[in-house]
């Protein structure tokens, strides 16, 4: 009789115990959606984590007279985040960061190109190693030539993290 109330207690117990441990120092994230990217997620610290990334781009279209239009661009950018507060899985942050890039391209499209971000994220552990993560927030952009510069409050693209360790 002991057996059959301990036995469902221990089951259920069990995956709630295994979700409040703490995710490994390093882990490889992508970004889905918008400009991917693929980057590391180091945490530095228990509030700190560091996220360099880099994300490749390239486009080839027709135009209706028959010529092609071509543009490759890279970017590397770095983040700082800070963890402000986590509620069983739920993570919550705030971070700086920027990247550099380039662009290239048909027809003269050329040039450098560097943001500057503050963002607010929350990062959700799923299962075992594995988290998502999305983030709001404010990015200037400066580019040379016919990029121009921008300033926007911005969604940035969900993102799924594995820890190796």
Not at 89 to 95: E, W
Not at 105 to 120: E, F, H, N, Q, V
């Amino acid at each position: 009789m002991r057996l059959a109330l301990v036995a469902p207690v221990i089951v259920l117990a069990t995956p709630l115990l295994a979700q409040q441990r703490e995710l490994g120092t390093l882990g490889l994230n992508l970004r889905v959606g918008g400009s991917p990217a693929v980057g590391v997620t180091w945490r530095a610290s228990p509030a700190v984590v560091v996220r360099p990334a880099v994300s490749f781009a390239w486009n080839k279209t027709e135009t209706p007279l028959g010529g092609t239009n071509e543009t490759t661009q890279y970017t590397v950018n770095l983040d700082v985040l800070c963890r402000t507060a986590s509620w069983n899985r739920l993570i919550s942050y705030l971070g700086a960061g920027g990247g550099v890039g380039n662009i290239s391209g048909s027809g003269g499209l050329a040039g450098k190109i560097w943001a500057a971000r503050a963002l607010a994220g929350a990062q959700l552990n799923v299962v075992d190693r594995v988290a998502v993560f999305g983030e709001l927030g404010f990015e200037y952009v400066h580019g040379e030539g016919f990029q121009g510069k921008r300033a926007a409050l911005q969604t940035f693209p969900i993102g799924i993290v594995v820890f190796f360790k």
